[in-house]
């Protein structure tokens, strides 16, 4: 069982100064991944830039330019959360085609499954606008392209970032052949995700969204994914499951107010996993997105590769400390959620 890794320095080369979204995330996980030796288990996937043609699958080719000009005018700001510098586009790019090239090392059965270490993240990013913190939409512009290349004709997109992806959603708003579920705090950024929002026309269903109170921790998270993504992934029947994997919803990520551990996420990983061997011959691709506690990130992304790989001891040197905030109930919320799309 082959689990791929793409890591590239081009991916340092975003360079957001202090901003909360930097290198030394990427830092932190690849410094991890070798300490600990699991690095030797993974199968190195050299990305490429994403062509022009490919980013347009998704966003807007004036759209497109306009980050280029920025980056060639030596970056700036794109709105009060996303910065971008000289070499962002190039990185950008390859944020986008490191996930492409995960995408087809799964489907040419190169390796069973993948995770695109890539920054920019990218499902806040619409088809016409930056924003928080992505410039690229890494994991739709990969979805659009395995549709398009490999015919495959459904694709699941799993996003548990604590923040809604709104750019992913508007994406495949009107799209059948895209099944897409979101797990995120709400009310929250940015603002969108509520569970009335399922997708327009022929596509109506096709949008899941699961937005939850502040609190929720690995029990909760457990409860969403055997209520609702499990049955609703099995009736869909993908062909590939895409993970917009963010690790902000970490009990010690400043961003944001869940109660997840390292261990609550390996358990998510498991779940998507054995639903990706059951649905889809295992065909399954990570990409990361938020995570914002270095420690917590770096260990939840190697968590993330010990599950894909079937270790079966799963590391939690960060622990289930206290909870901050009391445990929500959102069993009638999960009720609401079943009813609205059909799901007994
Ligand atoms: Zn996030």
């Known amino acids: 069982m082959k689990v791929g890794l793409v890591s590239d320095p081009i991916y340092l080369k975003h360079d957001t100064g202090q901003h909360v979204e930097n290198a030394r995330r990427l830092v932190a996980i690849t410094s991890h991944l070798e300490q600990t030796g699991i690095v030797r288990q993974l199968t190195p996937i050299k990305p490429r830039p994403a062509t022009i043609e490919e980013l347009s699958l998704v966003h807007g080719e004036p759209y497109i330019a306009n980050i280029q000009q920025m980056a060639e005018r030596g970056g700036g700001w794109l709105d009060a959360d996303t910065v971008m510098s000289a070499e962002s586009y190039e990185a950008a790019l390859y944020a986008a085609g490191g996930v492409i090239k995960a995408s087809e090392a799964v489907l040419n059965g190169e390796v069973s499954s993948a995770f695109a270490l890539v920054r920019p993240p990218g499902h806040h990013a619409t088809p016409q606008r930056?924003?928080?913190?992505?410039?690229?939409?890494?994991?739709?512009?990969?979805?659009?392209?395995?549709?398009?290349?490999?015919?495959?004709?459904?694709?699941?997109?799993?996003?548990?970032?604590?923040?809604?992806?709104?750019?992913?959603?508007?994406?495949?708003?009107?799209?059948?052949?895209?099944?897409?579920?979101?797990?995120?705090?709400?009310?929250?950024?940015?603002?969108?995700?509520?569970?009335?929002?399922?997708?327009?026309?022929?596509?109506?269903?096709?949008?899941?969204?699961?937005?939850?109170?502040?609190?929720?921790?690995?029990?909760?998270?457990?409860?969403?994914?055997?209520?609702?993504?499990?049955?609703?992934?099995?009736?869909?029947?993908?062909?590939?499951?895409?993970?917009?994997?963010?690790?902000?919803?970490?009990?010690?990520?400043?961003?944001a107010m869940m109660q997840v551990s390292i261990t609550g996420f390996a358990r998510m990983v498991k779940i998507i996993k054995e639903l990706a061997d059951k649905l889809c011959s295992g065909r399954l691709v990570f990409s990361l997105e938020g995570g914002y506690n270095l420690a917590a990130l770096a260990a939840s992304v190697k968590a993330t590769f010990d599950v894909l790989l079937g270790n079966t001891e799963i590391e939690d040197p960060l622990g289930q400390s206290s909870r901050r905030f009391a445990a929500p109930d959102i069993t009638p919320l999960l009720a609401a959620i079943r009813e609205i799309h059909g799901l007994t």
């Open 130 to 255: 930056a924003m928080g913190f992505c410039l690229f939409n890494n994991v739709a512009i990969a979805a659009k392209y395995a549709l398009a290349e490999f015919s495959l004709e459904r694709i699941l997109i799993i996003d548990f970032d604590v923040h809604h992806g709104n750019g992913t959603q508007d994406a495949f708003y009107d799209n059948p052949q895209v099944l897409y579920i979101s797990t995120h705090l709400s009310p929250f950024y940015p603002g969108t995700g509520i569970i009335e929002e399922t997708g327009s026309g022929s596509a109506r269903g096709a949008t899941l969204n699961i937005p939850l109170p502040s609190g929720c921790g690995d029990s909760e998270y457990q409860q969403v994914f055997e209520q609702i993504v499990v049955p609703a992934a099995t009736r869909f029947q993908p062909r590939l499951i895409l993970v917009s994997a963010g690790y902000d919803a970490h009990r010690d990520d400043e961003l």
